[in-house]
Each structure stands twice: as structure tokens, then as C-alpha cells.
């Protein structure tokens, strides 16, 4: 069960002017269960999206990355249940028929559809079920359906993800809602499983792909459940335009940085929602670590702990095995470092100075620190002054189990 993690309700979600969404159970994995969701945007939206760095980009994927190159999108378009990956010709065939029939329901083009899929790899895409779903998505569409699209682009999440911020810019109201996906099979690299983030704000186009990186890079690019990169990760960023604000031009003024905040908010908050929902999870684990000489040495030291399945399974007994975090810190690869300068916190427990027990450590103190559902760890490395954070979660006998199971 998801770890202090609560699904949203529908007067948390804030409808975005400009965005309707629709869902359907197409049955594509299971029958009677929400497994389609339809995403339709006012003329004039602009869209921007980061996907995975994996060599086996699913189909999906590939067609988003030339539909964006295009120009204009109207539509996104999200199955759950079948990635559509390792699929070769048939499946970007598969992928291009369901951007036609998304075309075909709200008279658009099938350049101007974004398609996603989620779910088992290397299994062909029933997209005829897609096809005979797609009227009751368009049927479906709503502003205020933000719920709803949340759960229907599930697979072994327990909990739907959905996040809102209303932020007051030059005294008009603007709105972000963003909802994901994602418990396995996850170690974003410029994206997460599936997130999709909507503003009313106007960005220029070259603005808006500066914005989605630099808001991946401190959210989803941030969370970790095992140390895989999947095959179908795609984060992508919407502003509509339709809020009464002049369009934000720039990154030097005071309204990029107060949207820009919104949206960090955001997607931090469904970042940290996937950790707390990963596959089998009953802790939730904050990453800090300090006094780095660069922030990718910072990450590498925070992911090297946050991805040990010596770590992780340790934090699932509360067992305060100092000896596993030593060595997790030691495998990040930091060249030359000084392990008599590093230091390492639980909680606000002093676990480890000079590179050794500390001295006022105590047994008890450790596993008192390590037994509630979340959990802080702190490096400094006393390198320099770079930091950085990462959202994880434990390694429990249910994540086996689930993954194990995964396709039964």
C-alpha cells in the first residue's frame, strides 16, 4: 500500500481552461477497469515533452518525438495495460492508427496527436479496442475530469497521482494541474513513467522546452524506485494560453519565476507521490546529500544509496546496517574522495564521522530513526558546496512478489 499517500479528490484537481479529458475501459489488459484516457487541447495550446534516454524506445515514444517536431497538438492519447514496445514496424503502425482515430473523433489532424503506453513489453498493440473505445473518451470529456484520467492511466499503481497550484501572477489567478503514473521499472532519465503537467499561462514555444527540462530535472529525474530507465518514460508540458495574463517571455522577470515555482511544486509532489507508491513499498525514503564538488557527483552518491538493494531491503527491517550504507556511498564512483570527511546522518542521528562509527552512536538510536514509514538519510561529503535530493522507497518481499507475478 501506497506510504502516506492518499488518492485525490476531484476539488483538489483544478481544471486548466483549455484542457478536457475523457476515459474509457477499452480492456485492453483487464476487463472492467479504466485502462484509456483522452487529453483534447484549445487551438493555440503549446506542448513540450522529455522522454527516456532507453535504446528501446517504445513506439509510442518515437511517434510523440516527431509529432512534437511538427508544431501544433490538440490531443494526447494514453492506454494503459500494453507499452507497445519491442513491437517494430507493426507496433509504430499500430501507434500512427491510433492517432488517426483520435484525429478521426475531434477533427484534427494525426500529426497533432500525442499517443502513450504503459504496461507489458514486447506484446502488440490491440489498438482495434482503442479504436472501438475512442467514442466514449470524446463522450467522456470533461475540465473537470482530472481524477478520473489520473486512474484510468494505471497499471501497478495502487493510488492515482494527480497535484494542483493556483499561484496569483500580475493579479491574475493562474492554474497547474498535473497528474502520473509510475511504481516499477523506474529511474527517470529526462522523464518519469507517464506525467502530463497543464498550465493556462502563455509560453513561447523555445520557453516552455527550457521549462520542462529544467522542472524534470529537479522532480521526476529525482526519483528512483529500482534503478531502471523504462522503455515508454515521457513527462510532458502543456500551457494553454487562455488565462488573462500576458504571455510570460522571458526567464529574467518575476512571472517566470513564480510560475516556474507552481510548477516545480507540482511535479515534485508527483514525483515524490511515485516513490511512495512504489511496487511493494512501505517506507518512503528522502536522499540529501551535501558538500559536493559538483551536483552530478551529489546525484551519483544519492542514487548509489537510494538504488542498493542492500540499502533498500535493510530500510525495510529497520535494521541499521551502517556497513551497507558505507559501501553504497563508496560505489558512486567520486574520484579521490576523502572517506575521513564524510559524514552521514539518519534521521537526527549522527551515524558516521571521519569516515567511521561516531562515537556517541548508539544501536538503538539507529533503529528508533529507521522504523517509522519515512525516512531521511544525510551524506556530506565535504567536498565543495554542491547538493542535491532523491525521493526512493524500500525493497519489500511484495516487490518480488509483484514483479514476479507481473504478467499473470
Known amino acids: 500500500m501506497a506510504v502516506n499517500l492518499a488518492p485525490p479528490q476531484a476539488e483538489d484537481l483544478y481544471p486548466v481552461a483549455g484542457v478536457e479529458l475523457g476515459f474509457a475501459e477499452a480492456g485492453i489488459r483487464k476487463a472492467g477497469r479504466r485502462d484509456l484516457m483522452l487529453m483534447r487541447l484549445a487551438p493555440g495550446s503549446r506542448v513540450a515533452g522529455v522522454f527516456t534516454q532507453n535504446s528501446f524506445a517504445a513506439a509510442p515514444v518515437q511517434i510523440c518525438r516527431e509529432h512534437l517536431r511538427t508544431g501544433a497538438i490538440r490531443a494526447l492519447l494514453v492506454n494503459a495495460g500494453n507499452a507497445n514496445c519491442g513491437t517494430g514496424a507493426t507496433g509504430l503502425a499500430a501507434a500512427q492508427r491510433s492517432c488517426v482515430a483520435v484525429a478521426r473523433e475531434l477533427g484534427c489532424t494525426p500529426q497533432e496527436v500525442l499517443p502513450f503506453s504503459t504496461g507489458v513489453i514486447?506484446?502488440?498493440?490491440?489498438?482495434?479496442?482503442?479504436?472501438?473505445?475512442?467514442?466514449?473518451?470524446?463522450?467522456?470529456?470533461?475540465?473537470?475530469?482530472?481524477?478520473?484520467?489520473?486512474?484510468?492511466?494505471?497499471?501497478?499503481d495502487t493510488?492515482?497521482?494527480?497535484?494542483?497550484r493556483r499561484v496569483l501572477i500580475d493579479g491574475v489567478s493562474v492554474t497547474v494541474t498535473g497528474i502520473a503514473k509510475g511504481v516499477g521499472m523506474l529511474q527517470p532519465n529526462m522523464a518519469t513513467m507517464l506525467a502530463y503537467l497543464a498550465t493556462d499561462a502563455a509560453l513561447p514555444q523555445d520557453l516552455?522546452?527550457?521549462l520542462v527540462k529544467e522542472v524534470a530535472d529537479v522532480s521526476f529525474n529525482r526519483v528512483t524506485v529500482d534503478g531502471d530507465t523504462?522503455?515508454?518514460?515521457?513527462?510532458?508540458?502543456?500551457?494553454?494560453?487562455?488565462?488573462?495574463?500576458?504571455?510570460?517571455?522571458?526567464?529574467?522577470?518575476?512571472?517566470?519565476?513564480?510560475?516556474?515555482?507552481?510548477l516545480i511544486e507540482v511535479a515534485q509532489?508527483?514525483?515524490?507521490?511515485?516513490?511512495?507508491?512504489?511496487?511493494g513499498a512501505t517506507k518512503f525514503i528522502t536522499v540529501n546529500v551535501a558538500g559536493a564538488a559538483s551536483e552530478p557527483e551529489a546525484l551519483a552518491v544519492a542514487r548509489a544509496i537510494a538504488n542498493s538493494p542492500l540499502v533498500k531491503t535493510a530500510?525495510?527491517?529497520?535494521?541499521?546496517?551502517?556497513g551497507r550504507l558505507l559501501m553504497a556511498i563508496g560505489n558512486a564512483g567520486v574520484p579521490d574522495l576523502d572517506t575521513s570527511a564524510v559524514q552521514l546522518y539518519l534521521g537526527d542521528v549522527h551515524v558516521i564521522e571521519n569516515g567511521g562509527r561516531a562515537a556517541a552512536y548508539r544501536e538503538e538510536d539507529g533503529a528508533r530513526v529507521m522504523a517509522p514509514a519515512e525516512i531521511s538519510l544525510r551524506v556530506e561529503l565535504g567536498r565543495g558546496t554542491a547538493a542535491t535530493t532523491v525521493w526512493t522507497c524500500d525493497f519489500s518481499y511484495e516487490y518480488v512478489k509483484i514483479n514476479a507475478e507481473y504478467r499473470t
Not at 489498438?127 to 463522450?139: D, K, N, Q, S, T
Not at 502543456?238 to 515555482?261: E, F, M, N, P, W
Request: glycine share 6%; aromatic share 4%; charged share 20%.
Open 159 to 164: 493510488v492515482p497521482k494527480g497535484s494542483s
Open 315 to 322: 530500510l525495510f527491517a529497520s535494521d541499521p546496517n551502517l
Open 208 to 210: 516552455l522546452q527550457h
Open 122 to 156: 514486447l506484446e502488440h498493440l490491440p489498438v482495434e479496442r482503442i479504436e472501438a473505445a475512442l467514442p466514449a473518451c470524446v463522450a467522456t470529456l470533461g475540465a473537470d475530469r482530472w481524477c478520473e484520467a489520473a486512474s484510468a492511466i494505471m497499471t501497478t
Open 269 to 279: 509532489q508527483l514525483a515524490q507521490s511515485i516513490a511512495r507508491d512504489g511496487e
Open 230 to 262: 523504462s522503455t515508454n518514460d515521457s513527462f510532458v508540458l502543456i500551457a494553454t494560453g487562455q488565462a488573462r495574463l500576458a504571455a510570460v517571455s522571458d526567464r529574467s522577470g518575476a512571472q517566470y519565476a513564480l510560475l516556474r515555482g507552481a
